[in-house]
């Protein structure tokens, strides 16, 4: 069992930069991979960037590469994902998970807008 908090999101400029966290309370965090995923109004959640239990691997979506980093901190129980050169559309509600469960938070807003 693991419960999830979302927080760090806000409202940006294009270009700019914020650092999403993760924070995990329960005694397994550390044996679970760990995803990013966001959801935009009137669109399907879609993936945004995995990480492998041990942090030693990740992956992102096409639409992130270059621009997003996930890492963790198993000691902190903690996933980051750090969102740069933000453009107005990565404007959405950002949600961890833990890989492949029903374990989600409840979400932090990130809004890109001039």
């Known amino acids: 069992q693991v419960q999830l908090v979302e927080s760090g999101g806000g409202l940006v400029q294009p270009g700019g930069s914020l650092r999403l966290s993760c924070a995990a309370s329960?005694?397994?965090?550390?044996?679970?991979?760990m995803g990013w995923f966001r959801q935009a109004p009137g669109k399907e959640r879609e993936f945004v960037a995995h990480i492998s239990w041990s942090g030693g691997s990740t992956n992102y979506a096409d639409s992130v590469k270059g621009r997003f980093t996930i890492s963790r901190d198993n000691a902190k129980n903690t996933v980051y994902l750090q969102v740069n050169s933000l453009k107005p559309e990565d404007t959405a509600v950002y949600y961890c998970?833990?890989?492949?469960?029903?374990?989600w938070g409840q979400g932090t807003q990130v809004t890109v807008s001039s």
């Open positions: 329960g005694r397994t965090f550390s044996n679970y991979a």
């Open positions: 998970n833990a890989w492949g469960t029903a374990f």
